[in-house]
Nanobody, 123 residues
Framework: QVQLVESGGGLVQAGGSLRLSCAAS????????MGWFRQAPGKERTFVAT????????SYTDSVKGRFTVSRDNAKNAVYLQMNSLKPEDTAVYYC????????????????WGQGTQVTVSS
């Protein structure tokens, strides 16, 4: 089992940047694929990015490609989401999630979730 805690959210102007962090507990972090998801008010939780066990494999939803970068540091039990050129439509609660071994873009396939961190982008 793994416990996840996100941080780094906040209020930023359009065009600005934020770096989200997700700290994981446990000694088997390296055996979990990680995902970032977001949920805007009144909307479903949607996929943002995912990263494989070693960090070599990453995948992004189309709307963030070229602006967001997911990375991980297995020695620190952490995964990050660097968000650049932020837009008002990026406003949401951002969640990190973990699942054993394989990545997935479906939130239903992730059993472990953090509490979320709010990102608000003003125009």
């Amino acid at each position: 089992q793994v416990q996840l805690v996100e941080s780094g959210g906040g209020l930023v102007q359009a065009g600005g940047s934020l770096r989200l962090s997700c700290a994981a507990s446990g000694r088997t972090f390296g055996s979990y694929a990680m995902g970032w998801f977001r949920q805007a008010p009144g909307k479903e939780r949607t996929f943002v990015a995912t990263i494989g066990l070693s960090g070599a494999m990453t995948s992004y939803t189309d709307s963030v490609k070229g602006r967001f970068t997911v990375s991980r540091d297995n020695a620190k039990n952490a995964v990050y989401l660097q968000m650049n050129s932020l837009k008002p439509e990026d406003t949401a609660v951002y969640y990190c999630a973990a699942r054993a071994v394989r990545t997935s873009i479906s939130p239903d396939e992730y059993p472990y979730w953090g509490q979320g961190t709010q990102v608000t982008v003003s125009s």
